[in-house]
């Protein structure tokens, strides 16, 4: 199968965003969801991402934007991680999709993953 081949190649491109998760909100460090992320292990840093951050039902919720303002987040980053996102896709529900945007930590630049609010009319 194609996919798999293709998947694995560009994730060794831009050294496995799969095993990176952006948050900003309940799941971060402190948050009242940070017990999803804890038993994963892994490491915490702070980046900057741009978009727009926004509320909804009471909840952060970020859009990404490359031209838009910046923000801090923290960046975890977990071999642990991959098998881990499926449950996290269902904890964030249909309001959020994950994506991969850059990340900035100091000097250097990492993809990764984020749960982006969708569009709700």
Known sequence: ????VVH????MIVDNPDERLIVYGSLAPGG????LLRPLGGT???CLIRGRMERYRGFKRFQYDPEGE????WLFSSAALPPKLAELDDFEGDEYQR???PAQIG???VMAHI???????
């Open 99 to 101: 994506i991969l945007i």
């Open 32 to 35: 009242v969801n940070s017990f």
């Open 115 to 121: 749960y982006a609010g969708r569009q709700v009319d």
């Open 8 to 11: 694995n190649m560009l994730e």
């Open 107 to 109: 000097e250097h630049t």
């Open 1 to 4: 199968m194609v996919r798999p």
């Open 44 to 46: 915490w840093q702070k």
């Open 70 to 73: 910046e923000y801090q987040a």
